[in-house]
């Protein structure tokens, strides 16, 4: 009974570990590093699921406005995705040259990802299932959804597509 006990316990431990947001590691895009989502700790995160050709890609300009205006406090990571009517180039490092020459980008990306369906990324899996995030269910429905963990690496806020990265429901939680 004790051996059962403290085997359901380590059980219980490594599961909740494993279901933290700084529990992550994530290749980085174009290349053989990882980002690792421990170092954010003490600062807040913005992830954002983003794509080259949406209607919302002008919002890479945003996005990194608010890396550069909240560099202290925030990190901005922008998740490539290719789930939404074939939005986001074939190669990551046509990805990775088409933000740096159109938008300036200098926040960390990552490779291209899943953010639903079978094949959902943990990263994703944690950020839309309240199970894991303490928070909220959501979905994913389009690119430039946003979702902003606190300095503890807690989930604060999700915002939909339409939801600008420099508007007041977002800096509101910055300022």
Known sequence: MKTLLITLLITLSATTMESTFYSFKVAMLDSDQKIDFSSFKGK?????????KCG???QYEELQALSERYKES????GM?????AGQELDLESSIKQF????????????????????NQHPVYQWLTQKSQNGLGDYSVKWNFNKFLISEEGQLLAYFPSTIKPL??????FLD
Request: hydrophobic share 45%; glycine share 2%; with cysteine.
């Open 99 to 118: 933000c740096t020459e159109q938008f300036h980008v200098t926040f960390p990306m990552t490779t291209i990802i899943d953010v639903k369906g079978d």
């Open 74 to 77: 925030l990190v901005v990571i």
């Open 56 to 58: 919302f890609t002008p």
């Open 80 to 84: 490539p995705c290719d789930q939404f």
């Open 44 to 52: 807040k995160v913005l992830v954002v699921n983003v794509a080259s």
């Open 167 to 172: 508007s007041e429901e977002i800096t509101k």
